[in-house]
């Protein structure tokens, strides 16, 4: 099991902004951030195949960036223009298989989350 060590969680006020951060071996290729609301499914978010290669959620596009700093191997999502909507529990999740689908089941390894809290 890969340990996915998540940190960057918090308050902020509709329009703020945080980063989170995921410790990850820099042999996985496929990262991704899901998160799940209350009362909600977990969903994804922002995915991160190779070096480059990103997918966003719609309802994130434009507010979000996902990339990794290779030398502290650190998956890191930028949130801004954050909204109510975005609370959540956000979780780092990690794949080996060949590509990297933004669906839950396509990853085995999980971080425990971190809380995300906006407030209108």
């Known amino acids: 099991q890969v340990r996915l060590p998540e940190s960057g969680g918090g308050s902020v006020e509709a329009g703020g902004s945080l980063k989170l951060s995921c410790v990850a071996p820099?042999?996985?290729?496929?990262l991704a951030w899901f998160r799940q609301a209350p009362g909600k499914e977990r969903e994804g978010v922002a995915s991160?195949?190779?070096?480059?290669?990103?997918n966003y959620a719609d309802s994130v596009k434009g507010r979000f960036t996902l990339a990794r700093d290779a030398g502290q191997n650190t998956l890191v999502l930028e949130m801004n223009n954050l909204k109510p909507d975005d609370t959540a529990i956000y979780y780092c999740?990690?794949?080996?298989?060949?590509?990297?689908?933004?669906?839950?089941?396509?990853?085995?390894?999980w971080g425990r989350g971190t809380q995300v809290t906006v407030s209108p």
């Open positions: 991160l195949y190779g070096v480059d290669h990103t």
């Open positions: 820099s042999y996985i290729s496929c």
């Open positions: 999740a990690a794949a080996y298989a060949g590509g990297c689908p933004m669906r839950q089941s396509f990853f085995g390894h």
